[in-house]
C-alpha cells in the first residue's frame, strides 16, 4: 500500500459542482500539504498544515477549501469549480525534523468541463 | 516572482552521457535543495538532496553540486538511462523559527534520453 493515497485518481465535473479531493497517509507525519501542477508552471502550493488544529493558505489558495480531519487525513475541496481548476492535484506529507523530504500522493487529475 | 528557477524546460541526452540539469535561486536564506524525479501519471519521487552546508552529494549514478555564492544548484547524472527520461523538479526550502520552511519548486526540466 502507498503511504500517500489520494482518491479519487480521475475526476471530470461540471462547472459549478463541488467536488472534494481526499488524501491519506501512513507515514505518521504531521505536515500535510496540497500542490497543483499545471503545464510549465511547476508545482504550487495550495494549503498546508503543519498539525489538525493548523491550516494554512500557500501561494494559490482563492477557489479551494481544505479540512484536516485526522492527523492522517486532509482533504481539498473546490466549492464551485471552475475550468481553469483542470489540474494535476498532488497531496504530500512532510516530517518536522531539519533537512526532511516531502512524501508524494499519485495525483488526482481534475477536469472541470 | 519565482524563487527557484530552471530555466531550460526539456533536455534531450545520448543514452550512456552525463545528464546535466540545473537550477538557481534567488532567496540566499534557502538552506535545504532537493531533487525529485516524476513519470506520467504518478506524483513526484525524491531523488537527492543537499544541505547548504555542502556542495557535493553524491548517490550512485546521482550527484548534486551546489554553488551557493552564485545561488545554483546542478543534478548531475552519469550514465544517463532511458529510464532517466522523466520530469525533473528542483525544490528549496528554509530553516526558521525552530522548522523547516515549505518546499518551492521550479517549473521543471523534462529529462528524454535517448538509446
Known amino acids: 500500500d502507498a503511504d500517500v493515497t489520494q482518491t479519487p485518481r480521475n475526476r471530470i465535473t461540471k462547472t459549478g459542482k463541488r467536488i472534494m479531493l481526499e488524501c491519506s497517509q501512513t507515514?505518521?507525519?504531521?505536515?500535510m500539504y496540497w500542490y497543483r501542477q499545471d503545464p510549465g508552471l511547476g508545482l504550487r502550493l495550495i494549503y498546508y498544515s503543519f498539525d489538525v488544529k493548523d491550516i494554512n493558505k500557500g501561494e494559490i489558495s482563492d477557489g479551494y477549501s481544505v479540512s484536516r480531519q485526522a492527523q492522517a487525513k486532509f482533504s481539498l475541496s473546490l466549492e464551485s469549480a471552475i475550468p481553469n481548476q483542470t489540474a494535476l492535484y498532488f497531496c504530500?506529507?512532510?516530517?518536522?525534523?531539519?533537512?526532511?523530504?516531502?512524501?508524494f500522493g499519485q495525483g488526482t487529475r481534475l477536469t472541470v468541463v | 516572482d519565482q524563487q527557484v528557477k530552471q530555466n531550460s524546460p526539456s533536455l534531450s541526452v545520448q543514452e550512456g552521457r552525463i545528464s546535466i540539469l540545473n537550477c538557481d535561486y534567488t532567496?540566499?536564506?534557502?538552506?535545504?535543495f532537493l531533487w525529485y524525479k516524476k513519470y506520467p501519471a504518478e506524483g513526484p519521487t525524491f531523488l537527492i538532496s543537499i544541505s547548504s552546508i555542502k556542495d557535493k552529494n553524491e548517490d550512485g549514478r546521482f550527484t548534486v553540486f551546489l554553488n551557493k555564492s552564485a545561488k545554483h544548484l546542478s543534478l548531475h547524472i552519469v550514465p544517463s538511462q532511458p529510464g532517466d527520461s522523466a520530469v525533473y523538479f528542483c525544490a528549496a526550502s528554509e530553516y526558521y523559527g525552530g522548522s523547516q520552511g515549505n518546499l518551492i519548486f521550479g517549473k521543471g526540466t523534462k529529462l528524454s534520453v535517448k538509446p
Open positions: 507515514k505518521g507525519h504531521d505536515r
Open positions: 532567496n540566499s536564506m534557502f538552506d535545504y
Open positions: 504530500a506529507t512532510r516530517g518536522t525534523g531539519m533537512n526532511t523530504e516531502a512524501f
